[in-house]
């Protein structure tokens, strides 16, 4: 595997303006977050995160002890949970959804740029110990985002119903998926990894969280990654003062109202909170907590609660309260002696609305680093690329516009009016002066009939280019084709593929990746595999 190009990301289409402005340290975005992600920035987090509660990391190291206890971990994954004892040891931390057999590439994207950027960490400042962590985000109950994956531009989708958390979905209807999976790989090189993989991922475990972790565990164990799941009695515990200050005060909506107040004329709003930003595990399903009529109820169910009642059941059942998006990261941070959190640009997109609210809860707000992005090219694809003469940079254009663009560059006659419009207007504007020294009520006809010249260059240019596309239709199928198959279903790569589709023909596919990937380059990097 070799990069053949690397383009920074902020000079792509693919991120929010907010997501832009903040890796461009706008001054726009200042108060939206606390340290970026450079050495200085690492050098003050640590500086903050010095002051971790000691008893927490005992805690911490416990829980991780008895979650992983079924794992054959890695040496390396065994000294990082010990190492988390020591005040001079902190997490970098990724996270995401159960996705089936790891989901679309971005999630190992995620991870390894989590996993690359400890060990830079550690060549940067060695007196301290950095630790990778993978938050397996077992509370989310949007079972349809997670039950699916594409191999070989097949979709692969598990036929279940589920409203609950997806980590406790149990598989035991796993073997029709495996089939499927099966069916479509068998004849490939490294079938038998694979399916070895699956089926002592899946079907040799009882739930989702179970089968994940095994999963993430084989595939990322060898580089000391640490798996924690949040939903857990003890580590919930922790959380209890601030469900009770959610459910009484309302501070996350309050601070995220205010936040989004501020930003919402430049920006768009990643996430809107509610007045309480808590779910309520019963019955198997996790429901949303309201408060009207001076109780508490939860959703789609007759369960009601005062509030005496409400914090009797947070103080004995902490583990039946499940935060939402905008307060997880709050959880977070405080079981973690976390300095960064590594996401892709939506989910920066609501981290950097959510400062005030850590401020106002008295809780170091981390670092947020841009996942690695990427698009992994064979050589027959980029060969194809060479000759259409489409460039690396090219390849991010969406594929109406691109066509038009190559159909403009490659015709004999001249299909871009630039020059024609440009002369419409300075006539018109000429014929504007003249009605201003003479009858201004003939302004708005001479505008009209500017408008009515615009629109009748802009059908010829249509008709033409279209004249030309059909002249030029082998070539639009040629890019059209290729087109597809480096952006499937019209999607980027890393959102649609699996890392299956890559495991099959390199069973070193994940580390050659990681030998790629520069976690602070926040480019988006085009790979060539032969």
Same mark, same amino acid.
């Given at each position: 595997?070799?990069?053949?190009?690397?383009?920074?990301?902020?000079?792509?289409a693919?991120?929010?303006?907010?997501?832009t402005?903040?890796?461009?340290?706008?001054?726009?975005?200042k108060?939206?977050?606390?340290?970026?992600?450079?050495?200085?920035? =690492?050098?003050?987090?640590?500086?903050?995160?010095?002051?971790?509660?000691?008893?927490?990391?005992e805690?911490?190291?416990?829980?991780?002890?008895?979650q992983?206890?079924?794992?054959?971990?890695?040496?390396k994954?065994?000294?990082?949970?010990?190492?988390?004892?020591?005040?001079?040891t902190?997490?970098?931390?990724?996270?995401?959804?159960?996705?089936?057999?790891t989901?679309p590439?971005?999630?190992?994207?995620?991870?390894l740029?989590?996993?690359?950027?400890?060990?830079?960490?550690?060549?940067d400042?060695?007196?301290?110990?950095?630790?990778?962590?993978?938050?397996? @985000?077992?509370?989310?109950?949007?079972?349809?985002?997670?039950?699916?994956?594409?191999?070989?531009?097949?979709?692969?989708?598990?036929?279940?119903? &589920?409203?609950?958390?997806?980590?406790?979905?149990?598989?035991?209807?796993?073997?029709?998926v495996?089939?499927?999976?099966?069916?479509?790989?068998?004849?490939?090189?490294?079938?038998?990894?694979?399916?070895?993989?699956?089926?002592?991922s899946y079907?040799?475990?009882?739930?989702?969280?179970?089968a994940?972790?095994?999963?993430?565990?084989?595939?990322?164990?060898?580089?000391g990654?640490?798996?924690?799941?949040?939903?857990?009695?003890?580590?919930?515990?922790?959380?209890?003062?601030?469900?009770?200050?959610?459910?009484?005060?309302? &501070? %996350?909506?309050?601070?995220?109202?205010? %936040?989004n107040?501020?930003?919402?004329?430049?920006?768009k709003i990643?996430?809107?909170?509610?007045?309480?930003?808590? =779910?309520? =595990?019963?019955?198997?399903e996790r429901? #949303?907590?309201?408060?009207?009529?001076n !109780?508490?109820?939860?959703?789609?169910?007759?369960?009601?609660?005062?509030?005496?009642?409400?914090?009797?059941?947070?103080?004995?059942?902490?583990? !039946?309260?499940?935060?939402?998006?905008?307060?997880?990261?709050?959880?977070q941070?405080?079981?973690l002696?976390?300095l960064?959190?590594?996401?892709?640009?939506?989910?920066l997109a609501?981290?950097?609305?959510?400062? &005030?609210?850590?401020?106002?809860q008295?809780?170091d =707000?981390?670092?947020?680093?841009? #996942?690695?992005?990427?698009l992994?090219?064979?050589?027959?694809?980029?060969?194809?690329?060479h000759?259409?003469?489409?460039?690396?940079?090219?390849?991010l254009?969406?594929?109406?516009?691109?066509i038009?663009? $190559?159909?403009?560059?490659?015709?004999?006659?001249?299909?871009?009016?630039?020059?024609?419009?440009?002369?419409?207007?300075?006539?018109?504007?000429?014929?504007?002066?003249?009605?201003?020294?003479?009858? $201004?009520?003939?302004?708005? @006809?001479?505008?009209?009939?500017?408008?009515?010249?615009?629109?009748?260059? &802009?059908?010829?240019? $249509?008709?033409?280019?279209? @004249?030309?596309?059909?002249?030029?239709?082998?070539?639009?199928?040629?890019?059209?084709?290729?087109?597809?198959?480096?952006?499937?279903?019209?999607?980027?790569?890393?959102?649609?593929?699996?890392?299956?589709?890559?495991?099959?023909l390199?069973?070193?596919?994940i580390?050659?990746?990681?030998?790629?990937?520069?976690?602070?380059?926040m480019s988006?990097?085009?790979?060539?595999?032969?």
């Amino acid at each position: 595997m070799n990069k053949i190009e690397s383009i920074p990301l902020v000079e792509t289409a693919l991120l929010s303006n907010l997501v832009t402005d903040y890796l461009n340290k706008d001054s726009e975005v200042k108060n939206l977050y606390v340290n970026f992600p450079n050495v200085k920035g =690492f050098e003050n987090q640590i500086e903050k995160r010095k002051h971790f509660n000691p008893q927490l990391r005992e805690l911490l190291v416990a829980v991780l002890e008895n979650q992983n206890k079924k794992l054959n971990l890695s040496e390396k994954t065994k000294l990082h949970i010990h190492q988390l004892k020591s005040e001079n040891t902190f997490t970098v931390t990724t996270g995401h959804q159960l996705n089936l057999f790891t989901g679309p590439l971005y999630v190992i994207y995620k991870i390894l740029t989590t996993i690359n950027l400890t060990e830079k960490l550690q060549k940067d400042f060695p007196k301290n110990k950095f630790v990778p962590v993978f938050w397996m @985000a077992t509370e989310d109950h949007d079972f349809e985002e997670i039950n699916h994956f594409w191999v070989s531009n097949q979709k692969i989708q598990w036929n279940k119903k &589920s409203g609950g958390a997806v980590g406790k979905i149990t598989t035991d209807d796993l073997q029709a998926v495996f089939e499927q999976f099966k069916g479509i790989i068998k004849n490939e090189p490294n079938a038998g990894y694979l399916l070895n993989l699956f089926e002592n991922s899946y079907l040799k475990h009882k739930n989702l969280a179970d089968a994940n972790r095994f999963l993430i565990n084989e595939l990322f164990g060898a580089y000391g990654l640490v798996i924690i799941d949040g939903n857990d009695h003890q580590l919930k515990n922790q959380f209890k003062k601030y469900i009770v200050d959610e459910l009484i005060e309302n &501070s %996350c909506f309050k601070e995220v109202e205010k %936040c989004n107040s501020e930003i919402a004329e430049k920006y768009k709003i990643q996430v809107n909170p509610r007045e309480i930003n808590l =779910f309520y =595990f019963i019955n198997g399903e996790r429901q #949303r907590i309201v408060y009207e009529r001076n !109780k508490y109820y939860i959703l789609h169910t007759s369960k009601i609660f005062t509030q005496a009642e409400m914090l009797d059941e947070v103080s004995h059942f902490p583990e !039946k309260f499940s935060p939402n998006v905008l307060m997880r990261p709050l959880y977070q941070e405080i079981i973690l002696p976390n300095l960064c959190y590594i996401g892709g640009a939506g989910e920066l997109a609501y981290w950097l609305q959510l400062k &005030s609210y850590f401020e106002q809860q008295k809780v170091d =707000f981390p670092i947020l680093l841009l #996942r690695n992005s990427a698009l992994i090219l064979t050589t027959k694809q980029q060969e194809k690329l060479h000759q259409l003469n489409i460039s690396l940079e090219e390849l991010l254009i969406p594929l109406p516009q691109l066509i038009n663009k $190559k159909i403009k560059e490659i015709s004999t006659v001249t299909i871009d009016f630039s020059k024609e419009y440009e002369n419409l207007k300075a006539m018109f504007s000429a014929m504007e002066k003249i009605a201003e020294l003479t009858d $201004k009520s003939f302004i708005g @006809a001479v505008r009209a009939q500017h408008q009515k010249q615009i629109n009748g260059l &802009s059908k010829l240019e $249509k008709r033409l280019l279209k @004249a030309e596309k059909r002249k030029h239709h082998i070539y639009i199928n040629q890019l059209t084709k290729v087109h597809l198959e480096i952006f499937p279903n019209n999607n980027l790569q890393e959102r649609v593929k699996n890392t299956s589709d890559f495991l099959i023909l390199n069973k070193n596919f994940i580390e050659d990746l990681s030998n790629q990937f520069d976690p602070l380059s926040m480019s988006f990097d085009i790979l060539r595999i032969d």
